[in-house]
């Protein structure tokens, strides 16, 4: 589903980090929307200069997919937009970029965090039918 770049960011996470959070998803009436954060140190060199990523312990990815469940779970374009807010209240704009290999479709943004940063992202996700919310809640470590 999320095809190469899923693959190597869980493949890294699972290699070199102690603390695991998996996958996630939100299912909106006929949309499964998987999410994921995680410190971009656990992309490889090549996958993070591939999609202009900066690597850093203090950078976050954000990864969407939208999933059609009517249409046997396929990739769907969506329009993504959000923020990130601390708990002190600061808010990030997230600007995210899109990515499309294959059937994978699949949006992308960072976040600046500090160690142990509970952050709350809210994400606004518009379809040709519908716009939905995506909250969750993240808490970022540097190892």
Do not use: W
């Not at 518009?126 to 470590?141: D, G, P, S, V």
């Amino acid at each position: 589903m999320f095809k190469f770049i899923l693959k190597c960011v869980l493949l890294s996470f699972l290699i070199q980090s102690n603390y695991l959070h998996a996958e996630q998803k939100q299912i909106f009436d006929n949309l499964s929307v998987h999410y994921i954060a995680i410190p971009t140190k656990f992309l490889t060199p090549n996958i993070a200069h591939q999609y202009s990523i900066k690597r850093s312990k203090y950078n976050g990815l954000i990864n969407i997919s939208v999933i059609d469940n009517t249409q046997n779970n396929k990739a769907i374009y969506a329009i993504i937009s959000g923020t990130a807010r601390n708990l002190i209240g600061q808010i990030h704009p997230l600007n995210f970029t899109l990515v499309n290999e294959g059937d994978a479709i699949y949006y992308l943004a960072t976040y600046p965090f500090l160690n142990e940063e509970i952050v709350n992202f809210n994400i606004k996700i518009k379809t040709e039918k519908k716009t939905n919310i995506l909250k969750f809640q993240h808490k970022f470590y540097i190892n």
